[in-house]
């Protein structure tokens, strides 16, 4: 289902209009028009392709799924392909959404590969920034990228809040290392892909700041460049992030170590302990003459000696913390 809007000289004058009626408004002066498609094909874009002139390696570009986030340069728009990114409170995992945007002079057509890109949410920012509207696609350009870059800020946000997490954790007194390994394996996965989708938007910004330089007028040039800021806010966060993870499964590796080096030594200090009996009764246990040999005295006098023995291996074992 398609949604449109017509901004004429600023001013919001038409919402939800057929899309065929786009070509009758192409030709008037101070008109800025936005169609948005859900999961078209390419006869669902043969229409406006051909009203547009869209190029049809962008049209097959926007049909086809998996794109990387680019910005093309053809004679009559510029295409653009972007990613939302959310992170899943509760699994903790990477979610994408893709959109694909034609930009010509008079109009900005967005195709979603999937309803989970949150369109309403592009609109609302469209409403509430609207004294910019009178620079025409630019402000509808702006909203898309600020909605965008706007996810990717708040992914890696989350991410570093669990990250921070994980690290307090390996910390800890008591420390389960194995699921604590898991849920680092999920958060480096998820900001690897985050990473993909949020590192080439600087190009893209730059992209559209010169080649579409005719439709960034100096009202929005500064908004522009605010949204570049924060892909190089968002991109810097992740590489901090991505050395944070590095070190953490170095961390991870250390106190496993260090687990294992508690374990041996509890083990080597209650063999000791338990070899000391061993000794001593092996001992007594000779077949030849000694003192105390077949009496209840040597009986008792060895029995003390394990006993007295073992306990004081096991305090000076214990003095030293290795039980």
């Avoid at 899309?19 to 936005?34: C, R, T």
């Avoid at 604590?180 to 958060?187: A, E, K, P």
């Avoid at 892909?193 to 439709?215: D, F, I, N, Y």
């Avoid at 005295?297 to 306990?311: D, E, K, M, P």
């Amino acid at each position: 289902m398609a949604r449109t809007r017509l901004y004429r000289n600023g001013v919001l004058a038409a919402e939800d209009f057929n899309p065929a009626e786009i070509s009758d408004h192409l030709a008037e002066p101070g008109v800025a028009m936005w169609l948005d498609m859900c999961e078209p094909d390419e006869a669902d874009l043969a229409t406006i392709s051909e009203e547009l002139g869209l190029h049809r390696l962008a049209v097959e570009d926007a049909v086809h799924e998996h794109q990387r986030p680019k910005l093309d340069h053809y004679e009559s728009h510029l295409f653009l392909s972007a990613y939302f990114a959310a992170v899943d409170p509760e699994t903790e995992r990477l979610r994408t959404s893709e959109i694909s945007v034609f930009i010509t002079p008079a109009a900005l057509v967005t195709v979603r590969k999937d309803p989970n890109f949150d369109i309403d949410q592009v609109v609302q920012r469209w409403e509430t920034n609207a004294d910019l509207a009178k620079s025409g696609v630019a402000f509808l350009l702006h909203g898309v990228l600020d909605f965008i870059v706007d996810s990717h800020i708040d992914a890696v946000q989350l991410l570093d809040e669990r990250i921070e997490q994980v690290e307090e954790a390996l910390f800890a007194e008591q420390v389960d290392l194995q699921p604590l390994q898991r849920r680092s394996y999920r958060l480096r996965r998820s900001l690897m892909a985050l990473r993909k989708v949020a590192g080439p938007m600087r190009e893209v910004l730059e992209g559209v700041q010169r080649h579409g330089s005719h439709l960034v007028d100096r009202t929005m040039r500064p908004y522009f460049g605010d949204v570049q800021d924060h892909v190089l806010k968002s991109t810097g966060r992740i590489e901090s992030l991505r050395d944070l993870a590095a070190t953490l499964r170095e961390t991870e590796l250390t106190v496993q170590s260090n687990q294992l080096n508690v374990i041996m030594k509890k083990v080597t200090s209650w063999a000791a302990i338990i070899a000391v009996p061993t000794l001593i009764t092996g001992y007594y246990g000779q077949n030849i003459t000694y003192p105390g040999i077949n009496t209840d005295w040597g009986f008792w006098v060895s029995t003390l000696v394990i006993i007295v023995a073992s306990v004081a291996l096991w305090w000076s074992f214990r003095r030293r913390g290795w039980l």
